[in-house]
């Protein structure tokens, strides 16, 4: 697994989900986490390890 720089991942994650019009919690539902994990990749604290998690996001169009 390649290591995720969690500035730009947190900054990504963001991004997308405000263009979107998105709560953290409709993005969570969508890709079946919570609204406390989306909220502590945004604030760069944590990224996924799960691969499945990561594919998800990168499905719905977030790149970092």
């Known amino acids: 697994m390649t ?3 969690k ?3 947190a900054r990504a994650v963001r991004v ?4 979107k019009d998105l709560t953290q919690l409709e993005l969570a ?3 079946k986490t919570t609204s406390n994990t989306v909220a502590r990749w945004e604030r760069g604290e944590t ?3 799960n691969e499945l998690v990561l594919n998800k996001l990168r499905e719905i169009g977030i790149t970092w």
Do not use: L
């Open 47 to 49: 990224v996924p390890k």
């Open 7 to 9: 500035r730009k991942f």
């Open 16 to 19: 997308f989900r405000e263009e």
């Open 3 to 5: 290591k995720i720089d």
């Open 29 to 31: 539902n969508a890709i």
